[in-house]
């Protein structure tokens, strides 16, 4: 099986990108990003505060990348096997 090409950005473009000030450009600034990792419960309750918390930084930073893995709930929840119904948020 011969290999994939690699993608290719050619540096102008990736100049232009960083340099330029149209609206998806950075106008010389660094790209800022965010990274979490859940659960995003505690393993008492469902209520999704430490989300909530998160999500309040992520709107008062305004990264331009944000970076969400893992599961939402944690497997060690007490209450997840327990609960009828979720709280929405």
């Known amino acids: 099986m011969p290999p ?50 998160f999500l309040g930084l992520v709107k008062e930073e305004k990264p331009d990348v944000l970076i969400m893995v893992s599961s939402e709930v944690s497997c060690n929840n007490s209450r997840r096997e327990k609960a009828k119904s979720f709280s929405s948020f």
């Open 4 to 53: 994939i090409d690699p993608h290719y950005t050619a540096p102008s473009e990736l100049l232009a990108h960083q340099y330029g000030n149209g609206p998806k450009q950075l106008n010389g600034s660094p790209m800022s990003v965010i990274v979490s990792a859940g659960p995003y419960t505690v393993d008492s309750d469902l209520d999704y505060e430490p989300l909530d918390e």
